[in-house]
């Protein structure tokens, strides 16, 4: 009999704890004291807890999509060089060519998916290209058809080991075959 007083004690601890816990980070948020500028960045806390955030998402929304076969293909290449070069590079920046202005004043700063863009699977940057990351400045492209999509995956799966020579090549490719950038829009 004696247990009941002891589980109550340790319930009505924890319900207060959370409440306390809640009040403070409503004063906290109400307070305007966590600064929002892009030009200060996030402590190493809120650094820590948005990255793991934003990777477990990742992979977990990406889990069920399967890559089709042949994304190696040149063809799907070229097709993704044109909607990297008409949309992506003003921000993440391109072999032999610089990220935009606009890029400087983003936070999180737009990272260089030459580097980047190896720690996803094909899934993953298919999630990421077609839905977006909220507060990165990074764009939801879902009103893109798939299978443009799938050609933008397929050109940042060859984009590591581009030369400013290659891309330099694929652009004028774009340009030849007169693609536009409107894929399913």
């Known amino acids: 009999m004696r247990a009941q007083p002891i589980i109550r004690t340790i319930v009505a601890t924890l319900v207060a704890s959370f409440a306390i816990g809640?009040?403070?980070?409503?004063?906290?948020?109400?307070?305007?004291?966590?600064?929002?500028?892009?030009?200060d960045p996030h402590w190493h806390i809120t650094h820590w807890f948005l990255e793991t955030a934003r990777t477990r998402s990742i992979k977990m929304h990406a889990a069920d999509i399967v890559a089709p076969s042949g994304l190696g293909d040149r063809t799907k290449i070229v097709?993704?060089?044109?909607?990297?070069?008409?949309?992506?590079?003003?921000?993440?920046?391109?072999?032999?060519?610089?990220?935009g202005d606009i890029a400087h004043g983003l936070y999180p700063k737009p990272p260089d998916l030459r580097q980047t863009a190896q720690r996803y699977t094909p899934s993953e940057l298919f999630w990421i290209v077609k839905n977006g990351i909220k507060s990165t400045g990074m764009p939801a492209w879902n009103a893109h058809d798939d299978d443009s999509l799938w050609a933008t995956v397929a050109f940042l799966e060859a984009l590591p080991t581009m030369s400013q020579q290659d891309y330099a090549g694929l652009v004028m490719q774009t340009l030849m075959?007169?693609?536009?950038?409107d894929h399913g829009r």
């Open 22 to 39: 809640i009040v403070g980070a409503l004063i906290f948020m109400w307070s305007g004291i966590y600064n929002v500028a892009a030009i």
């Open 79 to 99: 097709m993704g060089t044109e909607h990297f070069s008409a949309h992506c590079s003003v921000c993440h920046s391109a072999p032999g060519v610089p990220s």
């Open 177 to 181: 075959k007169g693609d536009s950038h």
